[in-house]
């Protein structure tokens, strides 16, 4: 491809609006930009990635045994109040109604159309397992849509989902498209580690995430520094070996507190460590009232909260309902004659007693607390997010926490859409038996975006080399001379015709200019061609991801390239040849 010809708008300046590296980058390479919040159009290099990323995730499908479709991306509303989630999914569900009135949305997932495909055909256990997966574009109403590609309202998504006979046979499934995923994101020349995790609004028993290593993930991680576990922090246990106090403390007793309103006001208000105050916070919970506490120094969790309680949905109560339910104004609740349904603790706080807590009114708290004593707490649950240095529940050394990007998500989902949609087929003795459901995610188009927040410098984006819009660059430096541009031409086109797809810089700019772009764009190596290295017969080489030049001979340049471009990979860890090292 000419560079003259390629609709490639560089800025100069990002957009105002782009926090991130890769929402900076990729605007400024001219590989996307935004139609409206959230909404992107993909220019052609932009396309050109994202289908990369597309070709792999296909191929590795299709290798592991899936099938691909494409299903619609409007769904009738009917579907979805089958499965009851036309009123359970949240506003990210864009709900529309067609010119006779019918609900119609734009589908965030596919469970529900899947399972419907699914039901009216498949009989017999003859037909299973099955893997059925597309390549599309999804829409959520994302409540903050943000950092370009990764959180967009329209992304293309790989899913897929398998229906098996039995859990044993969901159980090899899952299996599969998790090693067909590690194959994936390390093809792709991504850093990521898989870690155990929520199941969100898909449902389901079980599910790992595929986290991209990167500061400017929204997900945190945490990783046991011995052995395997990770889990996501929405998910991850925190092991607490307190077993229940029996020690008593005074009576409690009011104490003003006046302009104390963060936990560690109050804790030093009261002379008190922050660890021995209680934070109460107050949710619905499907419909009832329920005050969950935990230690002043810790961050309850609301999933582990809603898993804990197996809620369909909880959510912090508004200052109203904290008002009439404490009496007091926010940030003063306190269990002691909270009228809410239910108290639920963090079970570190079974372990000591004497505690400050709240004193619903205003400027006031309570000293000398003790959580069954004088509230009756029985719950203690696991409701805090864990901390760096927490003990791993497996191995019990320590953790770490580290930022991640999800990427791909695999579930098994069992029977929930198969029971909700009465999908069943006929077993050996034609009795009828529910499929058993996984579905697997892949963040497609967000996949470009991590690649760049993992690697890239000051002058640019540095593609893996699966990724890359062009694996190569040819810079031609020719000024006035018209040989040069006849070589790079000519190693252009012969390039192509080995398949290593490359963008020749063939505009009538400045060196510097020129140079600056392909770093800027990210093309995994340069081939600079220019009259001096001519003479001599060589051409220059760079590698964007360790900046080191080399010089390739021009007698028997087919083979220096393949040597040349196998190092390029392997300094990936990869091989050009689809394989992995
Ligand atoms: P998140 O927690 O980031 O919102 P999710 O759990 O809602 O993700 P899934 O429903 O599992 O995501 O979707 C599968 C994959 O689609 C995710 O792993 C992610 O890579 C990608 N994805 C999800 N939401 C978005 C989005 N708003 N923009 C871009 N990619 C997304
Ligand atoms: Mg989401």
Aim: charged share 30%; proline share 4%; aromatic share 8%.
């Amino acid at each position: 491809m000419r560079f003259s010809r390629l609709y490639a708008p560089t800025l100069k300046e990002a957009p105002r609006d782009a926090e991130v590296v890769s929402h900076k980058l990729l605007s400024r390479a001219g590989y996307i930009r935004q139609l409206t919040s959230g909404i992107y159009t993909f220019l052609p290099l932009g396309l050109r990635a994202l289908n990369n990323v597309a070709d792999v995730v296909r191929e590795e499908m299709n290798r592991a045994g899936a099938q691909e479709l494409l299903l619609p991306m409007v769904q009738p509303g009917d579907l979805w109040k089958e499965t009851g989630r036309w009123t359970l999914y949240g506003r990210e569900l864009l709900r529309f109604t067609d010119r006779k009135d019918a609900d119609f949305c734009l589908g965030p997932t596919h469970e529900e159309v899947i399972t419907d495909l699914v039901r009216g055909e498949v009989r017999s256990y003859r037909q299973l397992p099955l893997n059925l997966y597309q390549i599309q574009t999804k829409f959520r109403d994302e409540i903050r849509p943000r950092f370009g590609l990764m959180r967009c309202r329209e992304f293309v998504m790989k899913d897929a989902y398998s229906f098996d006979r039995d859990d044993e046979g969901a159980q090899e499934s899952y299996q599969t498209m998790f090693d067909a995923y590690v194959r994936i994101f390390r093809r792709l020349g991504l850093r990521f580690k898989s870690v155990e995790a929520d199941s969100g609004a898909i449902g389901g028993s079980h599910s790992h995430e595929f986290m991209v290593t990167a500061a400017t993930g929204e997900d945190v991680v945490a990783a046991c520094t011995a052995c395997e576990y990770a889990a996501n922090l929405e998910k991850a246990q925190a092991v607490c070996s307190l077993s229940q106090c029996d020690e008593t403390c005074a009576e409690p007793e009011r104490v003003e507190t006046p302009g104390a309103h963060t936990v560690a006001e109050v804790a030093r208000m009261m002379d008190v460590p922050p660890s021995k105050v209680v934070k109460t916070l107050l949710f619905e919970v499907d419909g009832a009232s329920v005050a969950a506490l935990v230690r002043g120094d810790r961050d309850l969790e609301e999933i582990k909260l809603k898993n804990a309680l197996n809620a369909q949905d909880a959510r912090m109560a508004d200052a109203d309902k904290v008002k009439a339910w404490s009496g007091a104004p926010v940030g003063f609740a306190g269990p002691v004659g909270l009228k809410v349904d239910r108290i639920v603790a963090d079970v570190e706080l079974c372990g000591d007693t004497g505690w400050v807590v709240g004193a619903n009114e205003a400027d006031a708290h309570l000293k000398n607390v003790d959580l069954p004593r004088d509230v009756g707490v029985t719950e203690w649950l696991d409701l805090r997010q864990v901390v760096e240095g927490d003990a791993c529940p497996r191995c019990r050394t320590k953790m770490t926490l580290a930022r991640g990007i999800e990427v791909g998500h695999v579930f098994k989902l069992g029977e929930k859409y198969s029971k909700a949609m009465e999908a069943t087929y006929l077993d050996e003795n034609g009795k009828e038996k529910l499929l058993v459901m996984g579905c697997y995610g892949i963040g497609v188009s967000r996949i470009v975006a991590s690649a760049i927040e993992q690697n890239h410098d000051d002058a640019g984006i540095i593609f893996p080399p699966a990724i890359a819009p062009f694996e190569a660059a040819v810079i031609s430096l020719g000024g006035k001379d018209p040989a040069v541009d006849e070589k790079a031409a000519e190693l252009h086109d012969q390039l192509e015709s080995l398949g290593i797809e490359t963008l020749w810089d063939d505009r009538d700019e400045r060196p510097g200019v020129k140079f600056k772009d392909a770093d800027l764009m990210g093309m995994p190596f340069q081939l600079i061609v220019g009259g001096k290295g001519l003479a001599r017969g060589v051409v220059e080489a760079k590698d964007r991801r360790t900046g080191e030049k080399s010089e390739l001979p021009l007698d028997g340049f087919a083979e220096a390239l393949h040597a040349y471009r196998r190092e390029v990979w392997t300094g990936w860890g990869l091989s050009p040849d689809g394989e992995l090292g």
